[in-house]
């Protein structure tokens, strides 16, 4: 018994080693998040025709996924930057997103073009994401997070990053993550965002970038967002497309 005790605690601390350091962390999101848009223009991500046409209609997309639900505030000034994002590259993306669908994900488990198997997969991970979203919503423990950037996500969307704060919080997240790991590996590590707004499928050109790029700027000049998040901000839910998600079993 004493020495499975001792080889537990040495996969505990094993796993407490290989979570992302804030340092890591910034280190990885800085090397992206500040140059995300090529001057010469660029092609979006094939993928996303998964989710938009090239109307910029959002297709249907199945999925289930643990997100963050974020205070109206919080969603109020997201609105100012979407607003302006609209204002200066409407032609390039797609149709608007919903206030009320602004979210911090921190999981994603399932997603696809809808068909018998996804519901498959949906239907194996349900269970198990909601009792541990569940567990975790007993927490207290703050998160603190404050926004970075607006940036380019993969050729697919234009997002708002966040950071944390301090170590501390920086722990707390990843040990969030990695629980859900437990129930579905991702092979990419957390990268905390709101999603601002889709690309519509297609070229975006050298002066498009440019005016996205006025649309970072807008965003740079403005003052941090700070969150705090507990677990009890924590939700499993689920979609039918990008503008329309719903709380899951809990």
């Given at each position: ?11 505990a601390m094993r796993d407490r080693k290989e979570m992302e350091t804030l340092e890591e962390f910034r280190f990885r999101t800085q090397s992206f998040n500040q140059n995300s848009l090529p001057l010469e223009g660029m092609e979006t991500n094939p993928g996303l025709l ?201």
């Amino acid at each position: 018994m004493k020495e499975k005790r001792c080889q537990e605690g040495r996969i505990a601390m094993r796993d407490r080693k290989e979570m992302e350091t804030l340092e890591e962390f910034r280190f990885r999101t800085q090397s992206f998040n500040q140059n995300s848009l090529p001057l010469e223009g660029m092609e979006t991500n094939p993928g996303l025709l998964k989710k938009v046409n090239q109307e910029g209609n959002f297709l249907e997309y199945r999925g289930n996924t643990v997100v963050f639900v974020l205070p109206r505030e919080i969603k109020e000034k997201i609105s100012v930057f979407q607003e302006k994002l609209y204002s200066l590259c409407r032609e390039i993306l797609a149709e608007p997103l919903e206030a009320d669908t602004f979210h911090l994900t921190l999981h994603d488990l399932a997603s696809g073009p809808p068909s018998g198997s996804l519901e498959h997969r949906i239907r194996e991970t349900r269970f198990g994401a909601a009792k541990k979203t569940a567990g975790l919503s007993r927490e207290g423990e703050t998160i603190r997070l404050r926004s970075t950037f607006l940036f380019n996500m993969v050729n697919t969307s234009m997002v708002l990053g966040f950071e944390p704060e301090e170590e501390e919080s920086c722990q707390r997240l990843m040990r969030y993550y990695e629980a859900f790991q437990e129930t579905v590996r991702l092979s990419y590590p957390l990268t905390p965002h709101v999603t601002v707004a889709y690309f519509r499928p297609g070229r975006i050109s050298g002066e498009q970038i440019g005016r996205l790029q006025e649309a970072v700027d807008f965003v740079k000049a403005r003052e941090q967002l700070k969150l705090e998040l507990t677990g009890a901000m924590l939700e499993y839910q689920e979609f039918s497309d990008m503008n329309h998600y719903w709380r899951g079993c809990r």
